[in-house]
């Protein structure tokens, strides 16, 4: 049995089928001083196919929807850059309201339409990984960088806790990079106004972390798990978002044989780390 518990593909009678496999161990008892021993397995398979079927319609379907989705959201922005040129005339305070409030909903669907796209790649195993060596401070000033104006508009302090000596990474700094910006995002969407939020490097037991914390309402224990899950949002979250954005930054983290963890108390805040081995 494989950890990842992987569909087997099976080609009979002209047709791929799939199966989910479960191994049941058969185990005898030759006397009591030796205890039990396995002598084999039962293999259950259990057809999966209609299921796979529909998953890849619906991967093919969401890939689809959101290249078609991306040429009227960048037309939107194109006319909002038109409105906003002084040179065809000027807005009043409420047209400047409205203008901002388009764009800023159109920078969300935007968002929205891109993580469908990586989770598309991610799923038909598109994803392809140009890994370079990178040093952890540039991924975490790339990230700070990019959510600057966020954490000002929310009044978010930011802090930067770096080691001295520290090993490379050998990853995609563009997928790593993402992976902590939408950490930092989430970080400071769920903060109160005027909170710090805490982003740093460490090396532990043969392995480089990258971790960002805030101290906000924290994540009840019973979901640290399912928050990774796709399309999932913790019950009475009132922040908007796609419930992609953890799933994928799992999925950015195994391809590189990385991992990806919360620390959380109800009203402590969270804190997430990625973490790396050292090569």
């Known amino acids: 049995p494989n950890e990842k518990h992987e569909p087997l593909k099976i080609y ?60 009227p959201i960048s037309a939107i922005m194109m006319s909002l850059k038109l409105l906003e040129d002084q040179r ?18 159109s920078d969300r669907l935007l968002n929205i339409t891109g993580e469908l796209l990586k989770l598309t790649q991610v799923e038909t195993g598109k994803l392809i990984l ?16 990019a959510t600057r104006v966020l954490a000002e508009r929310f009044g978010c302090n930011i802090e930067v806790e770096y080691p001295e000596k520290i ?14 910006t939408n950490l930092l995002s989430n970080a400071i969407h769920y903060s109160k106004e005027n909170s710090r939020i805490i982003v740093g490097a460490k090396e ?23 928050i990774f899950d796709r399309y999932f949002r913790v019950p009475g979250t009132k922040v908007q978002g796609s419930g992609l954005g953890l799933a994928i930054s799992k999925d950015f983290m195994e391809a590189h044989d ?22």
Request: aromatic share 10%; proline share 3%.
């Open 167 to 180: 090993h490379k990474l050998f990853v995609d700094s563009e997928k790593i990079a993402w992976v902590i």
């Open 130 to 145: 140009s890994p370079k060596i990178t040093k952890p401070i540039e991924l975490i000033n790339y990230a700070v960088s």
């Open 12 to 71: 009979a009678d002209d047709k791929e089928s799939f199966f989910q496999a479960v191994y049941v161990p058969i185990k005898l008892t030759e006397t009591e001083t030796e205890g039990e021993k396995q002598v084999g397995n039962v293999i259950l398979l259990k057809n999966i196919t209609e299921f796979k079927e529909l998953d890849s319609a619906k991967t093919t379907f969401i890939s689809t929807i959101s290249h078609e989705l991306k040429t």
């Open 204 to 226: 532990v037991d043969q392995t480089i972390q990258i971790f960002v914390q805030d101290f906000g309402k924290g994540i009840d224990p019973r979901y640290h798990q399912s």
């Open 258 to 279: 990385g991992k990806i963890w919360v620390e959380s108390e109800i009203g402590k805040g969270s804190k997430f780390t990625i973490a790396f081995p050292v090569r």
């Open 88 to 105: 065809i005339g000027s807005l009043n305070d409420e047209q400047q309201s409205l203008a901002s409030s388009i764009k800023e909903n």
